[in-house]
């Protein structure tokens, strides 16, 4: 069964305190795997697609990479503004465009 | 400016009641989907739609309906069926089924 587990559930870091949120994933042939921003009360804002292990997209304080199972979301002396909970969704080989989504991780960055 | 715009915002939905949430795209997207979201889980496929007038259900279209008669327009119906309609239900679109998606800002439904 294609799957996404998304740890921490919450993380919480003082403003410049870097860190990293891991998407771990089980699919049949992944197409893709995408990342997504969520405000409260919002739909969720498009940030990545990342293809292939090795991969890398970079935008302001964020970074992601990928792995055959895993990806990560790094953060770089966060602020306060990059609280949101970030989403992490998988499509899987012979699907029409639908994803699979993990459960969130809630940042919270303190000034 | 290019979006998804969904409406109502907000929705009120009694016991027994069909209601519409609308999902209008201007980015000439050919697939559209709709997904619930519900405290705690992750966001579950309900319809998805790769071209006018055709449509698959996703994993939870159980009490949902949908059309796509216009490229632009994916309506959703929660039917009487759907025992518990209380979430928050986002639209996306893509250019095409294996390229990212863009979501619309979501119609919160609550049952009273």
């Known amino acids: 069964e294609d799957q996404v587990t998304q740890s921490p559930e919450a993380l919480r870091l003082q403003e410049g305190e870097s860190s990293s949120l891991n998407c771990s994933y089980t699919?049949?042939?992944?197409?893709?795997l995408f990342w997504y921003r969520q405000d409260p009360g919002k739909g969720p804002e498009f940030l990545f697609t990342?293809?292939?292990a090795g991969e890398e997209k970079e935008k302001e304080r964020l970074k992601a990479t990928l792995t055959k199972k895993e990806s990560f979301l790094h953060i770089t002396a966060p602020k306060p503004e990059d609280s949101a909970t970030y989403l992490c969704?998988?499509?899987?080989?012979?699907?029409?465009?639908?994803?699979?989504f993990g459960k969130g991780t809630k940042l919270s960055v303190k000034p | 400016d290019g979006g998804i715009t969904q409406s109502p915002k907000y929705l009120f939905r009694k016991e027994g009641q069909n209601v519409t949430l609308s999902c209008e795209q201007n980015?000439?997207?050919?697939?559209m989907y709709w997904y619930r979201q519900d405290p705690g889980q992750g966001l579950r496929l309900i319809y998805y739609?790769?071209?006018?007038?055709?449509?698959q259900k996703g994993d939870i279209a159980e009490g949902y309906s949908v059309s796509r008669e216009k490229k632009e327009s994916f309506p959703l119906t929660v039917t009487s069926a759907q025992k518990n309609p209380t979430a928050f239900y986002l639209c996306?679109?893509?250019?095409?089924?294996?390229?990212?998606?863009?979501f619309g800002q979501g119609t919160r439904l609550t049952v009273v």
């Open positions: 996306a679109s893509s250019y095409r089924g294996n390229t990212e998606a863009f």
């Open positions: 699919v049949s042939g992944l197409r893709g």
């Open positions: 990342l293809y292939s």
């Open positions: 969704a998988v499509q899987a080989g012979g699907s029409q465009g639908n994803l699979i």
């Open positions: 980015l000439n997207h050919d697939a």
């Open positions: 739609s790769q071209i006018v007038n055709d449509f």
